[in-house]
């Protein structure tokens, strides 16, 4: 069971599908209309990024596509690619039932991994009446003000990921799949992220996340360790908590923050980084339709839409959602 600063423990129903789940990716920066790549806006709807990429590769025989970010399946996202400019003719009769092309630039560089500023998340829940959309209503301005723990959430272990990963860890599990392989140390790498939150979630109190001498603080990309608590930054939301994605290159807390960051510190085969602890929602709207509510809600880069769920409910979500 998951700790969470604001748990709000309300009774709504929830099951990831493509018609109650979209996000709409927002990139880092702006396209033209000249390049040697062509940028593509596409919605796809009850696909992978890589069975999209797929798509898109055999019709155009190119394997150079470029992307910013990788999509649930079970929803509908809007996101971007990048290819060779040189399809771009033949791209006009591509044409596929779940794919749709909404527009088109140009770049002289292609996508990369993460050149995304963040994710719009527009999500549906159920068994919502007058008096639970109030208490979604002041739960979402809560989050929004005193933080969302970072968690990473349930797509990112698959459904047996983390048994596996677990495995290969203890030296039970081997494969030639290389691909494979980082994604199972990916995923207990993340694993270990998890359970250092949730002990520092459940030191804090009042539902302010617990500050500790030692810990490693990010403000605009850059990471500090400052000489004293960043209180007053920190509650301006001006600098954040990180924790330690475990590997080889990753930056260490120093002393309280290093005395809980070391129970999840193990050696891995992975460069490593820090993790922002909380991120902050923000242009969230919410509509009551019968006994329905529609959430909209931008999350950074790399946040998952059903942790903000989960704070909502006071409980973790799997693939199945909430009954």
């Known amino acids: 069971m998951r700790s969470y600063l604001v748990p709000s423990r309300i009774d709504?129903?929830?099951?990831?599908?493509?018609?109650?789940?979209?996000?709409?990716?927002?990139?880092?920066?702006?396209f033209g209309q000249k390049g040697r790549y062509a940028i593509l806006k596409v919605q796809k709807e009850g696909l992978s990024t890589w069975e999209m990429?797929?798509?898109?590769?055999?019709?155009?025989?190119?394997?150079?596509?470029?992307?910013?970010?990788?999509?649930?399946?079970?929803?509908?996202?809007?996101?971007?690619?990048?290819?060779?400019?040189?399809?771009?003719?033949?791209?006009?009769?591509?044409?596929?039932?779940?794919?749709?092309?909404?527009?088109?630039?140009?770049?002289?560089?292609?996508?990369?991994?993460?050149?995304?500023?963040?994710?719009?998340?527009?999500?549906?829940?159920?068994?919502?009446?007058?008096?639970?959309?109030?208490?979604?209503?002041?739960a979402l301005d809560k989050i929004a003000h005193k933080g969302l723990p970072n968690y990473f959430g349930y797509q990112r272990f698959g459904q047996n990921a983390l048994d596996q990963a677990r495995a290969l860890i203890d030296g039970d599990f081997f494969t030639r799949d290389k691909k494979l392989e980082r994604m199972l140390l990916f995923a207990y790498q993340s694993d270990l992220f998890n359970r250092w939150l949730d002990e520092r979630v459940r030191m804090s109190e009042n539902g302010r996340?617990?500050?500790?001498?030692?810990?490693?603080?990010?403000?605009?990309?850059?990471?500090?360790?400052?000489?004293?608590?960043?209180?007053?930054?920190?509650?301006?939301?001006?600098?954040?908590?990180?924790?330690?994605?475990?590997?080889?290159?990753?930056?260490?807390?120093?002393?309280?923050?290093?005395?809980?960051?070391?129970k999840y510190d193990e050696h891995l085969p992975l460069l490593g980084q820090r993790r922002a602890a909380l991120v902050y929602p923000n242009s969230i709207k919410t509509r009551h339709i019968k006994k329905r509510a529609h959430l909209e809600f931008i999350l950074p880069k790399a946040s998952y839409a059903t942790i903000l769920l989960e704070n909502l409910a006071g409980k973790q979500i799997d693939y199945k959602g909430l009954a």
């Open 12 to 30: 709504f129903g929830f099951r990831q599908t493509p018609k109650s789940f979209f996000v709409e990716e927002i990139p880092a920066r702006s």
């Open 53 to 138: 990429v797929k798509i898109l590769g055999s019709f155009l025989q190119e394997r150079q596509i470029g992307y910013a970010g990788l999509k649930d399946k079970n929803a509908t996202t809007i996101q971007y690619l990048s290819f060779p400019a040189s399809h771009l003719r033949r791209l006009a009769k591509f044409s596929h039932p779940r794919i749709q092309i909404l527009q088109t630039w140009r770049s002289n560089t292609p996508l990369r991994m993460g050149d995304l500023l963040g994710n719009r998340f527009g999500i549906w829940i159920d068994r919502i009446d007058t008096k639970r959309f109030g208490q979604l209503q002041k």
């Open 209 to 262: 996340f617990k500050l500790l001498e030692g810990d490693i603080y990010q403000a605009d990309s850059k990471l500090f360790t400052p000489t004293q608590i960043p209180l007053e930054d920190f509650l301006a939301k001006k600098v954040v908590v990180t924790g330690l994605l475990p590997g080889s290159k990753a930056y260490r807390a120093r002393a309280e923050a290093r005395k809980v960051e070391e």
